[in-house]
């Protein structure tokens, strides 16, 4: 039987999937290619991949309608591939369903990282009544008790509720517009003072060093969780 992870690849340029297949292939990954999102759809469905890695730029249905496609149905992780400039493209994938996004042109080893890192955010995911016990952080629900390097952190409701969102999805991309309807509801996405004031009082909590580690900027986009403080 085989049980090698399963990873489907949407893009129209063939030396990128070319490239993306045989990388993926000697790390033991099954990889299965489709040139556009329709078939990409197609495959995603009939295949249940493990991981999805898709370009935004394709004929006909685009990445952002692919996450949006497969996202009414499965909740695979997505990542999006992106040319510079292409930030606004990048959020609106972000905010249909996509998981993380890796900028072309794109080195090997920040690929493999991000691949890493969203399987083993699915893998270890814990459901939301047990506690999140993830690098540097505990973090108990019931109790709204918070420990930091073993060290009890006292956050306000609404940082806990945002930190809280937050570790049930380390490494992921949380653009602003995930954030602010999480945490505040949808009648706050037009205020993002908001959220830049609580990231800002989260981090003097839980960070050693002005220089953050665990909630990481992702210029224009959103934020990053690294409950280890390691880089991805």
Not at 15 to 30: A, F, P, W
Not at 52 to 80: F, K, N, Y
Not at 93 to 98: I, K, R, V, W
């Amino acid at each position: 039987m085989n049980d090698r992870t399963r990873i489907l690849v949407v893009d129209d340029e063939t030396q990128i999937s070319r490239v993306l297949k045989t990388t993926l292939n000697s790390q033991g990954y099954e990889v299965k290619t489709a040139t556009d999102g329709a078939s990409g759809f197609d495959a995603a469905m009939d295949w249940n991949p493990d991981l999805i890695v898709t370009d935004l730029s394709m004929p006909g249905m685009s990445g952002i309608e692919l996450c949006r496609a497969v996202r009414e149905r499965s909740q695979v992780p997505i990542i999006v591939l992106s040319v510079r400039g292409e930030e606004k493209n990048k959020v609106e994938a972000l905010d249909a369903g996509a998981d993380d996004y890796v900028t072309k042109p794109f080195s090997v080893n920040e690929l493999l990282a991000r691949v890493r890192a969203n399987l083993r955010r699915v893998a270890t995911e814990a459901p939301a009544s047990e506690p999140i016990e993830d690098g540097d952080f505990y973090i108990n629900a019931e109790s709204r008790q918070v420990r930091v390097h073993g060290k009890e952190v006292r956050l306000t409701p609404k940082e806990f509720e945002l930190l809280t969102f937050m570790a049930r999805h380390p490494g992921k991309v949380l653009t602003h517009r995930v954030l602010l309807n999480a945490v505040w509801g949808g009648q706050s996405v037009q205020q993002p003072e908001y959220l830049r004031v609580f990231i800002n009082q989260l981090r003097k909590k839980i960070e050693a060093s002005d220089e953050p580690k665990y909630i990481l900027t992702e210029p224009w986009v959103g934020y990053r969780f690294q409950p280890d403080g390691k880089p991805l």
